[in-house]
C-alpha cells in the first residue's frame, strides 16, 4: 500500500512479459520524473494485476515511450485511477481505466500529440495552456473538461454526458466534412473559445455546412471565434441542440457575388452583406441601401449622419457615420464631398467599410440633376473595392401645404470583376407643420437592369419606405428618420440622424 516508483533519469526495460506491475494495494503511483526517460518494450508496459477496488496512479512529466505487444499499452484495471500527463507520451496501444470512476489529465504547455484511444476513463481534464492533439479515440467518457489551451481532436468524439468549455476547442475543416463532437448531456461553452482550423489546398464550394457540435443542451454560445484561413470566412448558426458552420465565401471570389449600390450611390456602405452571409446557402434577396446625402439646402454646409441599420436575420448590424462639406459654385449648381466609416456585424463577423465620395447637383426649372461618384473600400472581410456612379433627376410639384417629388436614378458598380446596373424610382411627400418643422415621406423600388456574374434576383424588386422629421433653427438643421425595406424573405429597419450646418 501507498508504495511508488519513481524515474528521475534514463530507464530502459525490455521483457516479454509486462514491463512494470501493479501488484495488491491501493494508492501504489508511478512517477516519471520531468528529467526522466522511461523506455518500456513489453506485452503490456504497464499493468495491473492488484486486487479489486486497488487505486492507482501514473504520472508522466518527463518522456513515456511504451512498445507493447498488446493492443493495450497501459492497464489500471479496477479502482478509481488516475493517469496524469503534462511531458510526452509515446505508446504503441491504447490506455484503458478500467473499472472504478476514473480521470484522465494531460497538461504542459507544448503542442504535444497523442495518437492511442483513451479507453474507461470517465472524467478527462484539459489543464495546461499546451495544445493536445488527440489523433485516437475517447470511449466511455461521461464527462470532458477543457479547462485551459486548446483542444484538438480527430474527426468525431462522443462524450456520454457533459462538455465544460474554458479553453479552446478547435475544429479541423477539410473539402468534406469538419470535425464533430457529440455530447449527450450538457455543452457548457459560454466561457470557451472555438478555432476553426483549414488546410492548405483547401476548396469549398457554395452550400458547404456541416454541424461541428451536438448536444442533449447547449449552454449560450462560444465566448470567442477565430479561424486561421486568410482564404474563406464562415458562419456559426447556433439551433436548439446543435451548432453549424457555415461557409460564406472565399475573397478571391468575391467579385462574382458583390454589389454595392444605394439610393445614391455607395453612401450607405452596402447593404450586400446579405449577399455574401446568406446568399451562399439560401435562395434570398438582399434589401436596397438607404442613405442618402442631404441635397435639399442649397446653401453652403457641413453636414454630418449617423444610421444603424438592423435585419430580422442572424444579427446583422449596420452602423455608419459620415461627414461631408458642399458649396454652390454657380447659383444653380451644387458641389461636394463626403467621407463614410461603417462597421457591419453579423453572428461572429465583424467588416468595416470606408467610402469617399464627390458628388454634385444641377438645378434647371423645377428639376434636380444629381451625380454621385464613390470608391468603396472594403477591409477585413473582403479584399475587392468598388466604383460606383450615381446620375437622377428628380421634378418638384408644388400645392398649397406639401409637395410632391417624383424621382428616377441610375446606379453603376464596377470592380475588377463585375460590372452591374441598378435602376430606382421613388416619389416622395414633404409638407411643412409649422415654420421651422419639416414631415417627409418617401417610397422607393429598385431593379437590376444588368449584372455581370451576379445573381440579379437577389438584388430585385425591392420595397423601401422612409419617414423623416426635420427640425429648423437658425443655420442648423436636425433631421431624424425611420425606414424598413422588404425583399424577399429579408426585411430591414433603420434609425438615422443627419445635423447640418449652413453657412
Do not use: C
Amino acid at each position: 500500500d501507498n508504495s511508488s516508483f519513481t524515474n528521475e533519469g534514463n530507464t530502459t526495460i525490455d521483457v516479454g512479459y509486462d514491463g512494470i506491475q501493479f501488484f495488491n494495494g491501493a494508492n501504489n503511483t508511478i512517477l516519471n520524473t520531468e528529467t526522466g526517460t522511461l523506455n518500456i518494450t513489453a506485452q503490456i508496459g504497464i499493468n495491473s494485476v492488484g486486487n479489486v477496488g486497488s487505486d492507482e496512479h501514473i504520472i508522466n512529466d518527463g518522456y513515456l515511450g511504451i512498445n507493447s505487444s498488446n493492443s493495450t499499452s497501459i492497464n489500471m484495471r479496477d479502482g478509481d485511477d488516475t493517469f496524469t500527463n503534462t511531458g510526452t507520451l509515446s505508446l504503441t496501444g491504447a490506455i484503458n481505466g478500467g473499472y472504478g470512476e476514473d480521470q484522465f489529465t494531460w497538461g504542459g504547455d507544448l503542442i504535444e500529440t497523442f495518437n492511442q484511444d483513451i479507453i474507461n476513463f470517465e472524467t478527462i481534464d484539459k489543464n495546461g495552456e499546451g495544445t493536445w492533439n488527440l489523433t485516437g479515440q475517447i470511449l466511455g467518457a461521461t464527462q470532458l473538461n477543457i479547462n485551459k489551451g486548446k483542444f484538438n481532436f480527430k474527426d468525431a468524439l462522443t462524450i456520454d454526458g457533459d462538455l465544460n468549455l474554458y479553453g479552446s476547442l478547435v475544429i479541423d475543416v477539410n473539402d468534406a466534412a469538419a470535425d464533430f463532437i457529440d455530447i449527450t448531456g450538457t455543452a457548457n461553452i459560454n466561457e470557451g473559445k472555438l478555432i476553426i482550423k483549414t488546410p492548405e489546398g483547401l476548396t469549398l464550394t457554395e452550400g458547404w455546412q456541416h454541424t461541428i457540435l451536438q448536444a442533449g443542451i447547449i449552454d449560450g454560445e462560444f465566448a470567442e471565434y477565430s479561424d486561421d484561413s486568410s482564404d474563406y470566412d464562415f458562419l456559426l448558426v447556433y439551433n436548439d441542440n446543435n451548432i453549424t458552420l457555415q461557409f460564406i465565401i472565399a475573397p478571391d471570389k468575391i467579385s462574382d457575388q458583390i454589389i454595392n449600390y444605394n439610393t445614391i450611390a455607395s453612401l450607405s456602405l452596402i447593404d450586400s452583406i446579405n449577399n455574401i452571409l446568406l446568399n451562399t446557402t439560401h435562395n434570398v434577396k438582399a434589401s436596397a441601401s438607404n442613405f442618402y446625402i442631404p441635397f435639399n439646402n442649397d446653401k453652403s454646409k457641413f453636414w454630418f449622419s449617423i444610421i444603424n441599420k438592423k435585419y430580422d436575420y442572424r444579427n446583422i448590424e449596420e452602423n455608419i457615420e459620415t461627414i461631408g462639406f458642399d458649396t454652390n459654385i454657380f447659383d444653380n449648381l451644387l458641389i461636394g464631398v463626403a467621407y463614410s466609416n461603417g462597421d457591419i456585424t453579423a453572428d461572429n463577423i465583424d467588416m468595416d467599410k470606408s467610402v469617399y465620395s464627390l458628388y454634385g447637383k444641377l438645378r434647371y426649372g423645377g428639376f434636380n440633376f444629381y451625380e454621385v461618384l464613390s470608391l468603396d473600400k472594403n477591409k477585413d472581410l473582403v479584399s475587392v473595392n468598388n466604383i460606383s456612379n450615381y446620375i437622377g433627376a428628380d421634378y418638384t410639384i408644388n400645392f398649397d401645404n406639401f409637395k410632391l417629388i417624383p424621382r428616377i436614378g441610375l446606379t453603376t458598380i464596377y470592380n475588377s470583376d463585375s460590372h452591374t446596373v441598378v435602376a430606382d424610382t421613388g416619389l416622395k411627400f414633404k409638407a411643412n407643420i409649422t415654420n421651422n418643422l419639416e414631415f417627409t415621406n418617401e417610397v422607393k423600388f429598385f431593379g437590376v437592369l444588368k449584372s455581370k456574374k451576379i445573381d440579379k434576383t437577389v438584388f430585385d424588386n425591392v420595397i423601401t419606405n422612409e419617414t423623416g422629421l426635420n427640425l429648423k433653427y437658425k443655420k442648423i438643421t436636425a433631421g431624424l428618420i425611420y425606414g424598413f425595406s422588404k425583399s424577399g424573405e429579408i426585411s430591414s429597419n433603420w434609425l438615422g440622424f443627419n445635423l447640418i450646418y449652413n453657412f
